[in-house]
C-alpha cells in the first residue's frame, strides 16, 4: 500500500488567499484524522471523521477553517481566508477503527503551509 | 482534554535509560506511543488496551496504570537512532496527543 497520501507537500501563499489541502487514507481504513503542527501549540487535533462522517470538529480553530470527506477514498481541509498564524505543517492520518476503539493512526507526510 | 508528558527535554548518552511519562485527568480507554524525528510524520511505536498491559518494541517498552491514569514509556540502553521527539495519545471519545518529550542521544 502507498501509505497516507497528501498533497501539496509545501504550500505558500498570501494573506486572503484560500487553501485547500487533500488527503487520500489507506484503502480499507475507516477513521481519518487533521493534525496541525506548530512549535508553540505542538500536535493538534482539528477534526476526525468515522465512516466519513464528522464526528467531533471542536479542534478547530475558526469559521475559516473546513473539512469534508466526499467519500471513503478522499478528504479536504480548506482556509478561507488564509492568515500568517495559521503557517504550520498540517497531518493527516487514517486508521482501522475496531471495537470502538482506536488503532494505529498512519500519518501521511504533511503540507507545509506558509502564509506571507 | 491533552495528556500531560513529562520531562518536556532529555538528554542522554548512548546506553543510558530514559523514562517518559504521560497522565491524563480522563479516565483511558487506551493510550498509544509515537516517535517523531525531525522534518518527518510520526510514527507509531505502540498501544497499551488495558490497565496493567505492558509492551515492548526492542528496546522500548511502556506500561499503563489505568487506575492512575498513566503511562510510562521505557527506553533501555539508548541509541543514536532513538533521538526524536515522542508523543503519548490518549483514547477517550477521540485520540489526544500530549505536547512531546524530546529525546536527544549523544555519542
Redesign the interface.
Known amino acids: 500500500d502507498a501509505g497516507v497520501i497528501q498533497s501539496p507537500r509545501h504550500e505558500v501563499t498570501e494573506m486572503g488567499q484560500e487553501v485547500t489541502l487533500r488527503c487520500k487514507p489507506i484503502s480499507g481504513h475507516n477513521s481519518l484524522f487533521w493534525y496541525r503542527q506548530t512549535m508553540m501549540r505542538g500536535l493538534e487535533l482539528l477534526i476526525y471523521f468515522n465512516n466519513n462522517v464528522p464526528i467531533d470538529d471542536s479542534g478547530m480553530p475558526e469559521d475559516r477553517f473546513s473539512a469534508k470527506m466526499p467519500n471513503a477514498s478522499f478528504s479536504t481541509l480548506k482556509i478561507q481566508p488564509s492568515e500568517p498564524r495559521d503557517s504550520a505543517v498540517y497531518f493527516c492520518a487514517s486508521s482501522p477503527l475496531s471495537g470502538g476503539s482506536y488503532n494505529e493512526q498512519f500519518f501521511g507526510p504533511g503540507t507545509r503551509l506558509t502564509v506571507l | 482534554q491533552q495528556p500531560v508528558q513529562s520531562p518536556q527535554a532529555v538528554i542522554l548518552r548512548e546506553g543510558e535509560d530514559a523514562v517518559i511519562n504521560c497522565s491524563s485527568s480522563k479516565a483511558l480507554?487506551?493510550v498509544?506511543w509515537?516517535r517523531q524525528k525531525h522534518g518527518?510524520?510520526?510514527?507509531?511505536l505502540m498501544?497499551l488496551?488495558k490497565g496493567g498491559e505492558q509492551k515492548g518494541h526492542e528496546k522500548i517498552s511502556a506500561s499503563f496504570n489505568e487506575k492512575k491514569q498513566q503511562s510510562s514509556l521505557y527506553l533501555t540502553a539508548s541509541q543514536l537512532s532513538y533521538s526524536g521527539t515522542y508523543?503519548c495519545?490518549t483514547?477517550t471519545?477521540?485520540?489526544?496527543?500530549?505536547?512531546?518529550t524530546r529525546l536527544t542521544v549523544k555519542p
Open positions: 480507554y487506551s498509544h509515537y518527518e510524520a510520526p510514527v507509531f498501544i488496551l508523543f495519545g483514547a471519545n477521540d485520540m489526544r496527543f500530549g505536547a512531546g
